[in-house]
């Protein structure tokens, strides 16, 4: 069976789809997407009628790709309103050696009744176990004993978050299998042996939102979204020159370097402004706004993670769209000193940070299924032949159980 995940994440400037392979535990890309949309605030759906309009439009698109339809998908949902609770499960063995199912029913034991009625689970993630008298098991699997118990962290959100993102979703054919923070995302796509085993913080800069979350050997600890992105840098450029949001996000992206150490005074670009006028900007004088405006962003997520955590940090990881400026990261070690890197996708097919969020959640899902003893594609077997014989094409310059996770943590009724 072709293990074929996909993974949506649902930004307020655009909506990002990528769909990916895994053969001998290496992530392949299939196909990757990022559709503009409009109608969503913060991460947060405000007009559903359009959001379906632009999910449409990115899943013809990401079919055409395939040449297979995309029925089901893990799905990033915003973490307002997170609560994180520290909870244990113990279950007696009764062959051995451990297996999955024994892992399962442990995990199932650290929920009961503890789970609030108006709240719902996104994610439980193991932070060790304990075999009879011995402690910090990562994967007991293989081991015997007579008793299991772990130690986890139950991640809740209220229910009304999703009702809308999922009515969405399965308006336009799409299953949402599986749901996790776009924060936990971004740490699997930039996850590694050496951050693995630290603390550290994850930054993205969106469109709309600074998101900083804090991870503890690879479990989100503490989480926080803040007012503030992208759009101010288009909101300043637009001041400054008077311009059209338009044309203010594309001298961002197609003229201005965040550093202006790597910008050229003598490289001239000419816009037209509000009132028709045809101006001449030079690079320098453009990307001293934007790198004002980057500098205060990091100024603020850095103070955020003091206020997450007074633990010291080993890490420092920044994604997001507007990370891929040239010059990002000497602004980095500027604000955030030498423990901050830029966030280096080298995936073939998604060679950009604004896709972290949605091809990591592809990551955590195919490790969640392994903990758990599963093995599972959303494509049917019928759809990974098809697959298998489809050439695919090229879009966007690239090569390319039960819903709330349930179906892997708890029992079927």
Do not use: C
Not at 312 to 330: D, K, N
Not at 384 to 406: A, D, Q
């Amino acid at each position: 069976m072709k293990k074929v995940y996909t993974g949506i994440d649902i930004g307020s400037h655009s909506i990002k789809i990528v769909v990916n392979e895994v053969i001998h535990h290496k992530f392949h890309v299939l196909a990757a997407t990022s559709v503009p949309t409009k109608g969503v605030k913060r991460g947060l759906i405000q007009d559903p009628d359009v959001v379906v309009s632009s999910l449409k439009k990115a899943k013809e698109e990401i079919e055409g790709m395939l040449g297979v339809s995309i029925d089901q998908a893990i799905v990033a949902i915003p973490s307002f309103d997170l609560h994180l609770t520290i909870v244990e499960g113990k279950v007696d063995l009764q062959d051995d050696p451990i297996t999955s199912e024994d892992i399962n029913r442990a995990l199932q034991d650290a929920t009961l009744g503890r789970l609030e009625e108006q709240r719902e689970l996104v994610t439980l993630i193991p932070i060790a176990f304990h075999v009879d008298d011995k402690e910090g098991v990562k994967d007991p699997r293989g081991l015997s004993g007579d008793t299991l118990a772990v130690k986890a962290v139950m991640a809740t959100v209220p229910k009304e978050i999703l009702t809308i993102p999922f009515s969405i979703l399965r308006q336009v054919g799409i299953e949402p299998i599986d749901i996790a923070f776009s924060e936990t995302g971004d740490y699997y796509e930039a996850r590694n042996k050496n951050i693995d085993s630290k603390i550290g913080a994850i930054i993205n800069i969106g469109y709309e939102t600074i998101k900083v979350s804090v991870f503890n050997k690879g479990i989100m600890i503490k989480s926080s979204t803040l007012n503030g992105g992208s759009k101010q840098v288009d909101h300043d450029i637009q001041y400054m020159y008077h311009v059209s949001k338009k044309n203010a996000r594309f001298l961002k992206e197609n003229f201005a370097v965040s550093n202006t150490s790597y910008a050229d005074v003598n490289d001239i670009i000419e816009v037209e402004d509000k009132e028709g006028k045809i101006i001449s900007l030079n690079q320098l004088e453009l990307s001293s706004v934007v790198e004002a405006r980057i500098v205060e962003i990091l100024k603020l997520a850095k103070k955020e993670i003091s206020l997450l955590t007074n633990r010291e940090i080993s890490y420092i990881i920044v994604t997001g769209g507007i990370s891929e400026l040239a010059g990002f990261q000497y602004v980095l070690d500027n604000v955030l000193g030498r423990l901050a890197i830029t966030l280096n996708i080298t995936s073939m097919g998604i060679r950009n940070n604004k896709y972290s969020s949605a091809a990591g959640l592809t990551r955590y899902f195919d490790e969640k299924l392994s903990l758990r003893g599963r093995n599972y594609s959303m494509l049917s077997e019928r759809k990974s032949v098809e697959l298998g014989t489809v050439k695919r094409k090229e879009s966007n310059g690239s090569m390319v159980g039960k819903v709330f996770g349930y179906l892997f943590d708890h029992k079927e009724n």
